[in-house]
């Protein structure tokens, strides 16, 4: 027989142990680490699903690729900008925006918001006119109708499409001086909120308005832009376009991606991810004493046959290896066991939504290939190395009476 130490393991754990106590022990490890595995595998694959679904809520709030001025506000020489634009084949459509903090007024009630102004082309980049969910979307007909972002319309209590109510937007006037009158502090217009749209806590306090209105509140010239924000035909190319614009732009442009905008988001989204695989690893640490306790307590039990196994001439290091075998086999026991029983879990939520964060979102799980590996291999690096160290049982232990 090639290996008679891996024989005598797996007899050690598929045999019927001399007491029922350690036939207890040796299966309670396999059990503990089923679920501490199903478990982490479960954590995991909700956390992956939660970072789908945060890609989906933000995936039309920032642009494949956003362009500024590497210093001060205002886009210069758009005219050459929008050539460059135009002639890369990579870019599906582009629009001007130009945002900035605003005072907005209605009945008395006030607060501070950001206005974005955007042209006719800013729903082909960003389809904002899609999650609209009461009164439409600006017409760009008048330069004053305006969507608004729900908590910012429900704090002032603006009712929507209506001529005869209008809020007042107050920009103020950069420079020095004395201030005569109340036309120096502050330029104002009247506003009319066409519709409402979520903020999805990315653009809470935001209003969305024609260019124009952004430009004559701020004295801007006809034509101006502080970024343009691009629809790519393929995102996954986002950092070669990005690559090709600056070298044809030069410098004075910035350029960012999407992941680039949203850097401190998925940050944090990682981090939580990182604390909460630390913890289960954690869990699947001290769950191997479990595994520690079932080798030390098999070693007692079978001390009389191991006494018999050395007289007979097997070399200490094969007895060693029983042990440490056994150990390893109750380790890809319980992992595969809970990785079938994680994904039984997940695919039960998957198909029932039985699980849910409130009334209306289900946990959002998501099973892929690389949440198996990370799994499996935390587990079984702490399960061999457990095992290795409580298998080196010494000679004079099993040879004293």
Known sequence: MKNIAFYIASRYLLAKKGSTAVTFITWLAVGAMTVAVAAMF??????????????????????????????GKTIKDLG????????????????????????????????IAYLRGVDSAYTKVNPINKDVFFGVYPSFKYSNEVLMENNLDNRLS??????????????PKPGTGIINKEEDIYNKRDILVTGVFPGKDQLDNYIISPIELAEELLSLPKKSAYQIVIKLKNPENADMVKQNLLSSLGKTIQIKTKEEENAAFWKMINTEKMFIYLIFALVIFITTFNLAGAIII?????????????????PLSHLRKIYFYTGILIVISGVVTGLILGT??????????FF????????PVKIV?????????????????????FSKISKDYITKN
Request: neutral net charge; hydrophobic residues 45%.
């Open 369 to 389: 290939g690389q949440n198996y590996l990370i799994v499996a291999c935390t587990a079984s690096l702490f399960g061999v190395a457990i095992s290795w160290f």
């Open 158 to 171: 603006i009712p929507i499409d209506s001529s005869n109510h209008y809020a007042t937007i107050f920009m």
């Open 42 to 71: 479960v954590i995991i694959s909700v956390f992956s699903g939660l970072e789908n679904l945060n890609k989906d809520l933000i995936s039309n709030l920032h642009a494949d690729l956003t362009l500024k001025n590497a210093t």
């Open 298 to 314: 098999l070693q007692l039990d079978k001390k009389e046959q191991a006494k018999s196994l050395i007289s007979l001439g097997l």
């Open 80 to 111: 050459k900008v929008t050539e460059v634009l135009k002639a890369n084949k990579e870019i599906l459509s582009f629009s001007r925006v130009i945002e900035e903090k605003v005072y907005i007024n209605f009945n008395g009630k006030g607060d």
């Open 356 to 363: 849910r964060a409130n009334d209306v979102l289900p946990f």
């Open 344 to 353: 039984a879990l997940c695919y039960f939520q998957l198909y029932t939504e």
